[in-house]
């Protein structure tokens, strides 16, 4: 006779609390989720009596922490490939950076007036396009002749502004 007080109880207990986090729950669309993952809540607290006296509830424990490990590694696979994305995207931005830094040391050293040259890389690290800021002289064709001859860059890849 406790064992069935304890379990109505518990229920009730369940029951509760759901009310109050649903009460408290920041928005209505937030609440069909919380109604959902509570409802399965409260059908397993309702179902482990039921289980446990038909042998069950233990592979129903090993199922449900089968499922949560499951889970968990999804997330951890879906985090490592965000993580990655974004250690590429740092990866590419510093090669364009470098070679940002390189061509204007080339421009320097031959003595070309380049206010700023900006360089975008493709998804393959390989050079989709560099846009030169000219100086006051007008050096930029200059420049452009040369990345295109050093480079092996295509007319379309260099513009001069």
């Known amino acids: 006779m406790q064992t069935l007080i304890d379990w109505i109880r518990s229920i009730l207990i369940l029951y509760f609390l759901m009310m109050i986090v649903l009460y408290f729950a920041a928005g209505e669309s937030y609440k069909k989720f919380i109604r959902f993952f509570m409802g ?16 069950k509830e233990e592979a129903l424990q ?3 922490t089968y499922e949560a490990f499951h889970q968990s590694m ?10 990655e994305e974004a250690e590429n995207e740092v990866y590419c931005r510093q090669y364009e950076r470098g070679l940002e830094e390189q061509f204007l040391a080339d421009a320097k050293e031959k ?4 206010e700023r040259i900006t360089v975008s890389l493709d998804s393959n690290y390989e050079l989709e ?28 890849q260099v513009l001069v502004q």
Do not use: C, H, W
Not at 135 to 152: P, T
């Open 74 to 83: 999804e997330e951890a696979r879906f985090d490592f490939g965000q993580m």
């Open 129 to 156: 396009q560099v846009t030169i800021r000219e100086g006051l002289y007008g050096d930029g064709e200059a420049l452009k002749s040369y990345l295109i001859e050093v480079y092996g860059l295509k007319e379309g």
């Open 40 to 55: 399965m809540v409260l059908a397993l607290t309702v179902l482990r009596p039921v289980l446990a006296v038909f042998g």
């Open 111 to 114: 003595l070309l007036d380049i």
């Open 62 to 64: 090993e199922k449900i």
